[in-house]
């Protein structure tokens, strides 16, 4: 059974940072494009940030700069560093991994395969 399990959530003010893990079981994803995205209140699920298996890396503009995603192959986990949050960066953050293999990782949630179940950062002003 593949699963992806998002832990390190939480409650931060503003200008803190959290670092969150995505742990992967069921399958190998070292060879699978990573992602982060996120969801706040009455608005729809965007990016944030994706991983390529060869380890590129891409940002949503909103968190450039102040996120990194990263991650470990040998322990099948994904990470986001965040740092220098906002208020507006309060959400319910998603990992995903995308199995198709392509030239670029991919922005758009519809491409990736497996979900995690989220975990809430909220940022206080």
């Known amino acids: 059974q593949v699963q992806l399990v998002e832990s390190g959530g939480g409650l931060v003010q503003a200008g803190g940072s959290l670092r969150l893990s995505c742990a992967a079981s069921?399958?190998?994803?070292?060879?699978?494009?990573m992602g982060w995205f996120r969801q706040a209140p009455g608005k729809e699920r965007e990016f944030v940030a994706a991983?390529?298996?060869?380890?590129?890396?891409f940002y949503a503009d909103s968190v450039k700069g102040r996120f990194t995603i990263s991650r470990d192959n040998a322990k099948n986990t994904l990470y986001l560093q965040m740092n220098s949050l906002k208020p507006e960066d309060t959400a319910v953050y998603y990992c995903?991994?995308?199995?198709?293999?392509?030239?670029?990782?991919?922005?758009?949630?519809?491409?990736?395969?497996?979900w995690g179940q989220g975990t809430q950062v909220t940022v206080s002003s």
């Open positions: 069921g399958r190998t994803f070292s060879y699978d494009a």
């Open positions: 995903a991994a995308d199995r198709t293999v392509r030239a670029l990782p991919s922005l758009r949630s519809l491409n990736y395969d497996y």
């Open positions: 991983i390529a298996w060869s380890g590129g890396t």
